[in-house]
């Protein structure tokens, strides 16, 4: 049983490098996770501007990631793993009916929350504990495999 699948609440700092056109830039979000009976409910507010929000939901024994409207399923592909990421195992979500949404893949962990939003058409985001600009290369050349 992962650590979120036990506390019911937590919070953490995430630095958010926003991938859209030009050089990156990078914002600070503050995730709040807590659990209602068997959805693990993730927040992430920016700390600049608390309109931009994500949220991301999960049922603990589901393949399914709700992000916004939309269903993510669990894809087949091999998982990520990074040592700075205390070597968690991220899984890779795809949307259930892709058609040219652009969203995807999304990399997840339960225990970490987001690690990433893949868009093809809007900006790709990467979220880590501090910046890491070699991190963060690696998992976006990853999410373009």
Known sequence: MSCSEKNTEWKAEREASIHFGGEPKIESFTLSFHRKGD???YNYVSKIDSTKTINIQKAANSNI??????EFIESDKKTFRN????????????LENPGTHGTGPILF???YGLLAINNVYGPTIIF???????????????LNE
């Open 39 to 41: 959805t693990l409910i």
């Open 65 to 70: 990631l709700f992000f916004g409207f939309r």
């Open 83 to 94: 040592q700075k990421l205390k070597d968690l195992e991220f899984k890779y979500y795809d």
């Open 109 to 111: 962990n339960s225990e």
């Open 128 to 142: 880590l504990e501090a910046k890491d600009n070699n991190l963060t290369e690696i998992i976006i050349n990853n």
